[in-house]
C-alpha cells in the first residue's frame, strides 16, 4: 500500500550525512553534490517502489543534470553551520568541484537508528549500484533510469513519487506481440 510522504527533515539531514561519510570512506573519487542528489532520488524513489514510501519524503525536481532535492542547500548550511559537515574544494578539470565531506567530530557521525531495516537495505543497495558512477556519469544514468524526470514538463518541476513504479526499460519484441494480440482480441486493433 502507498503511503502519503510527509517530509522528514531529521531523517533527510541524517542521511545526507551517511551517504556523505559512506562516499569519503569507500574512496569514491566522483561522490560530488550532482551524485549526492541521486543517490539521495534514488533511494528515495527505490524505496517508494518498494516499501510504499519513500525514506524522507522529500520533494525532487528536474533540473539539467538530473532530479534534485529541493530543500539540499537549506540542509547542507545547517549542516556544516552545526559542524556536522564541511566543503572540500577539488579540481576538475577546469572547474573545481564543492564536495560536502564529513568532520572529525564523533558527536557528528550519522545517527541511522531512525532508519528501519528495509529502509537501511535500499540505501546500501543504492550506494552499492551507483558506485561505478561519477557525478557526470550518475547525471546521464538519472536522464535514463528516471521515467519522473523525463515526464516532468521543465526545470524546477516536482518529480511525482508515483513515476518510480514505471521502467524506462525498452519493450521486448514478446512483449510487443502480447500487446497486439491482446488488442486484436478486444477488437480495438
Partial sequence: MIQAMQFSRG???????????????????GFGMVKLNKLLYRADFE????????????????QEFGP?????????DELGAAGR???????????TRKVPTTTDDPNAVADMSAFPADEREVIENTL??????G???????????????????????????????????????QDIDH???FLREQSWA
Wanted: glycine fraction near 8%; charged fraction near 25%.
Fill in 135 to 173: 557525478g557526470k556519469r550518475a547525471g546521464e544514468w538519472s536522464h535514463e533510469q528516471s521515467a519522473g524526470w523525463k515526464a516532468a514538463p521543465e526545470y524546477g518541476h516536482p518529480i511525482s513519487y508515483a513515476s518510480a513504479v514505471i521502467s524506462t526499460e525498452p519493450f521486448s519484441e
Fill in 68 to 76: 534534485v532535492a529541493r530543500d539540499l542547500p537549506i540542509i547542507l
Fill in 11 to 29: 531523517k533527510f539531514k541524517e542521511l545526507v550525512v551517511y551517504l556523505c561519510a559512506t562516499s569519503e570512506r569507500e574512496g569514491d573519487e
Fill in 47 to 62: 524505496a517508494y517502489r518498494l516499501l510504499g514510501h519513500s525514506i524522507t519524503g522529500e520533494t525532487y525536481e528536474k
Fill in 85 to 95: 559537515l564541511r566543503w572540500q574544494s577539488i579540481a576538475a578539470g577546469s572547474h
Fill in 128 to 133: 552499492r549500484e551507483l558506485a561505478v558512477y
Fill in 179 to 181: 500487446v497486439r494480440t
